[in-house]
Nanobody, 119 residues
Framework: VQLQAFGGGLVQAGGSLRLSCAAS????????MGWYRRAPGKQRELVAT???????VYKDSVKGRFTISRDNARNTVYLQMNSLKPEDTAAYYC??????????????WGQGTLVTVSS
């Protein structure tokens, strides 16, 4: 499975961006799609995830500002980012966890897309 992410860019603080990520295949009925980010000099962190049933998890600092959604028919996950802050600046990575049975998941990663928020 290949993941391709789109939508990064430069935006002023308070602005919005929408990231999208399309998976090349839908071979996993049970799966979790999500977004992670890595800021310069920091470790990668979870931003938001959504299961195939629509259950979501968000990093505390993005709750109320970011919304994750998915279109299962298009194997695509979205991240709507509003009220962006300079501390949201990072490379954002799309992730797919495909359930392979026996409580095991296989990870797939897309290429990073850079989000830069200017103050």
């Amino acid at each position: 499975v290949q993941l391709q992410a789109f939508g990064g860019g430069l935006v002023q603080a308070g602005g919005s961006l929408r990231l999208s990520c399309a998976a090349s295949d839908s071979i996993f009925t049970t799966n979790v799609m999500g977004w992670y980010r890595r800021a310069p000099g920091k470790q990668r962190e979870l931003v938001a995830t959504i299961t195939d049933l629509g259950d979501t998890v968000y990093k505390d600092s993005v709750k109320g500002r970011f919304t994750i959604s998915r279109d299962n028919a298009r194997n695509t996950v979205y991240l709507q980012m509003n009220s962006l802050k300079p501390e949201d600046t990072a490379a954002y990575y799309c992730n797919l966890k495909g359930y392979t049975g026996d409580y095991q998941y296989t990870d797939y990663w897309g290429q990073g897309t850079l989000v830069t928020v200017s103050s």
